[in-house]
């Protein structure tokens, strides 16, 4: 489904602040993988979502969707088969817009933008179906606008507009990290059951150990722009954070340091 | 009196197509777009000359749309593709735009006097509201269309939109080549009512095209697309007519209105920030003041 091959990026190349974000990478997801990702500062998590969603160019080596080579497509091109939340509750919604229109942006993915309304009846039943799936009260408000919102309700909604419309592949990126431990947790279930709803093939970049370990069916560590660690399903299920460290450590010779790192 | 009210009326609508042209630049694109003072210009040059060379006056003010339609996609490319700095790039055009309307109109100034405009077979008053409710009823059906929704999300979130598929570099083309559109269709139907078009004519219009946006945005609010527009329309209004009176006044002079003009908008701009920023300190207070209360109680609000 999701293959990246040999991909590197240098932040700063030929200058004293020259460093490595990403070498080497070698990374395949099956058709309904869930990966979860965790790592320290600067390993390289966020630059990895930057370059599958085409936010970054890799300097060398490709990325392919569906045996399609897509290296070379802007972010806007690649949107058709990607979905995602951002970490900044934010980020991923438009504040001055409403609810609906919100959604009929995301309905529009991968589609051609033309002059026919974008909210309509047919459409706005179709968003309040999926509103209400929530279970946040959202369906009521379709005629809000999203800055009225707070925080976990815009993160819930950038959840929504990421997955209704089906992608390819989900990028979530520590989309539960800017949120309340009460209101992350919300969020982190409403991820799991839509993802095993429609079976989505997804990537997450976590800080949360616990979180990493319980979700997905594969986990993957990375330090200094390596995948060093890569659990599969089998081996993940008797996984406890203690081990995790443990082995980090021991692979990567340094202890695991994230600032915002949650233990569990 | 009551006549130069009228008038206020028919030039502030006549305006108001400019003031729309601001509103999509400044308000919904985010994008302050100085452009306008020579967009206006090739409108109202394009349809003066046409005319004067016979061809028919609708053919001669769609004429002067077109030509801010390709002024803004020029100011467009520039920002996007050129990546140069939107007020900078506004600039350039304005600038560039000078010796184009000068190449258009071949002289400083033309006068079209007694000759055809779409103001001679029917009553302006009857024929500009007309137009002003069709341009109004197409710019908001486009608003709310999936282009016009990527376009305003480009303003609101552009990260977001583009992680939608949208190409913002297009949208906003799109939008500055719409609003310098309306800009130039304005300056091509003022051209016809005073019947003349000057090279200096668009000077100080993106003030004016402020002042018409905070005005009505200040006096009939903005709550969504539609409401937003029509309060531009009628801030245009308000404008002329605050014009048409200070005309009346002995002590000021004609040319005293762009000092007047941008007075308001500086007004308009300071008064909202100072005022937020007060009711956010009295707000601050109260919640404090609630939340130590409900505190002292041991009750726990929360929920999403």
Redesign the interface.
């Known amino acids: 489904m999701l293959q990246l091959n040999h991909v590197a990026k240098l932040f700063n190349p030929a200058t004293p602040d020259e460093k490595i974000a990403l070498f080497d990478i070698q990374l395949h997801m099956k058709p309904g993988d869930f990966v979860t990702v965790i790592g320290s500062n600067g390993a390289g998590k966020s630059t990895l979502m930057n370059i599958i969603?085409g936010v970054m160019k890799p300097d060398t080596g490709n990325v392919i969707i569906d045996n399609e080579d897509i290296s070379h497509l802007?972010?806007?091109?690649r949107?058709?088969w990607?979905g995602?939340v951002?970490q900044d509750p934010?980020?991923?919604?438009?504040?001055?817009?409403?609810i609906e229109?919100n959604l009929?942006?995301?309905y529009?993915?991968?589609?051609q933008?033309?002059?026919?309304?974008?909210?309509k009846a047919s459409k706005r039943k179709l968003f309040r179906e999926h509103l209400s799936r929530l279970g946040?009260g959202l369906d009521e408000r379709l005629h809000a606008k999203v800055g009225m919102l707070?925080g976990?309700?815009r993160q819930?909604l950038s959840l929504l507009?990421a997955t209704f419309t089906n992608p390819q592949i989900l990028l979530l990126d520590e989309h539960t990290a800017a949120l309340d431990p009460?209101?992350a947790e919300?969020i982190t279930q409403l991820t799991e059951s839509i993802v095993r709803e429609m079976n989505l093939t997804t990537l997450m970049v976590t800080h949360n150990m616990e979180q990493a370990i319980r979700l997905g069916n594969r986990l993957i560590m990375m330090d200094g722009g390596r995948i060093i660690l890569d659990i599969d399903e089998e081996r993940k299920k008797d996984l406890t954070v203690e081990r995790l460290l443990g082995e980090f450590e021991q692979i990567s010779g340094h202890k695991l340091s994230d600032d915002r790192l949650v233990l569990g | 009196m009551i006549d130069s009210l009228w008038g206020a009326l028919e030039s502030g609508l006549l305006y108001a197509f400019m003031a729309l042209g601001v509103y999509i630049t400044f308000r919904i694109l985010d994008f302050p777009d100085l452009t306008v003072d020579g967009s206006f210009t090739t409108g109202a040059a394009i349809a003066a000359v046409m005319i004067s060379n016979g061809y028919s006056p609708i053919l001669a003010t769609l004429s002067g749309f077109g030509g801010g339609l390709v002024a803004g996609v020029c100011t467009g490319l520039l920002h996007t593709k050129g990546k140069i700095n939107g007020l900078m790039s506004g600039i350039l055009m304005m600038i560039a735009l000078y010796s184009i309307n000068m190449r258009i109109m071949s002289k400083p100034n033309i006068s079209i006097y007694n000759m055809d405009s779409i103001f001679i077979s029917v009553k302006p008053l009857i024929i500009v509201p007309i137009i002003a409710i069709v341009v109004l009823v197409l710019l908001d059906?486009?608003l709310?269309?999936?282009?016009?929704?990527?376009l305003?999300?480009t303003g609101?979130?552009e990260?977001?939109?583009?992680?939608?598929?949208?190409?913002?570099d297009l949208t906003k083309i799109v939008g500055i080549s719409l609003s310098n559109g309306l800009v130039a269709l304005s300056g091509a139907l003022i051209a016809q009512q005073s019947s003349f078009a000057d090279i200096n004519g668009g000077v100080g219009m993106i003030v004016i095209g402020l002042a018409s946006v905070i005005i009505g945005e200040a006096v009939f609010g903005a709550s969504?697309v539609i409401h937003h527009t029509i309060s531009v329309v009628l801030g245009s209004i308000i404008y002329r007519i605050v014009v048409a009176l200070a005309l009346r006044v002995e002590w000021l002079e004609a040319s005293d209105m762009k000092l007047i003009t941008a007075i308001i908008v500086i007004i308009a701009l300071v008064l909202p920030s100072t005022r937020r920023v007060i009711k956010q300190k009295k707000m601050a207070k109260k919640r404090s003041a609630e939340i130590l209360l409900v505190g002292q109680k041991k009750t726990m609000g929360?929920g999403?």
């Open positions: 969603s802007p972010e806007y091109r949107s058709q990607i995602r951002f934010m980020a991923g919604t438009a504040p001055r817009m409403t229109e009929a942006m995301a529009a993915r991968g589609k933008r033309g002059f026919s309304l974008g909210v946040i707070s976990g309700e819930a507009m009460a209101r919300l | 059906r486009f709310y269309s999936d282009l016009g929704l990527a305003r999300a609101d979130n990260r977001m939109i583009r992680s939608f598929g949208a190409n913002t969504n929360g999403m």
